[in-house]
């Protein structure tokens, strides 16, 4: 999918009235009926990083260090909590990735946003979409990020790669997408915004 038909895709979208525009907040309560969180939702935003290389577009995406209290090791986007000091959750998510990988905010077109996505520890993420223009020097952080690594968006555009699988957690079965890559392990709520991703560019 080239550059020019993503742009037509997320601006049908947001030419949408609010009432259509999205399915609603998406989550791990997707596969899992009947999963509830707090009421008490710490608002959050990702950035979601297509990046124009000359073979095609790829999705940015880490590996986060195995130290961290929260969702250590897993595959995710650059992204954290928002914070009082941050305008908007477009600016939070463009803060977290030049902190987190050293991604200047000057080097990402932001085209669009995602459905919300609540994860069961209590965070309410934002997905913003963005393309990213290299040249740039990827300076990973590390105290949080382990490794920067890129994935063809073909790969994610075909819905064979998107898989299911389930783990028990506290006594209960709970189901989530996965995303297998190489060696990779993409599952959980990254991997629940990149079937949004497939959604909103490939979905009718």
């Known amino acids: 999918m080239q550059r020019e038909e993503i742009h037509r895709r997320f601006e049908t979208i947001e030419g949408r009235s609010s009432a259509v525009r999205w399915s609603g907040s998406r989550g791990d309560h997707d596969l899992n009926p009947g999963m509830t969180h ?35 090791g897993q595959i995710s986007f650059p992204g954290g909590r928002v914070e009082p000091e941050d305008p908007s959750h477009r600016d939070a ?43 740039f020097d990827v300076k990973p952080d590390p105290f949080e990020v382990a490794e920067v690594f890129e994935v063809p968006l073909s790969f994610i555009l075909d819905s064979d790669n998107h898989e299911t699988d389930s783990r028990t957690h ?3 079965e709970r189901t989530f997408y996965v995303l297998p890559y190489e060696n990779r392990y993409i599952w959980g709520a990254t991997a629940g915004m990149l079937v949004n991703l497939y959604d909103v560019l490939v979905g009718e």
Not at 42 to 51: C, G, I, Y
């Open 38 to 72: 707090g009421d008490e939702l710490t608002p959050a935003a990702v950035l979601v990083p297509l990046v124009d290389r000359p073979g095609g577009l790829t999705v940015m995406l880490t590996q986060r260090t195995a130290h961290l209290n929260d969702h250590a």
């Open 93 to 135: 998510a463009l803060r977290e990735a030049q902190e987190e990988v050293g991604l200047p905010p000057e080097n990402v077109d932001v085209i669009g946003v995602l459905d919300p996505y609540i994860v069961r520890s209590g965070y309410r993420v934002t997905p913003i979409v963005g393309f990213v223009n290299p040249p």
């Open 170 to 172: 506290e006594g209960i």
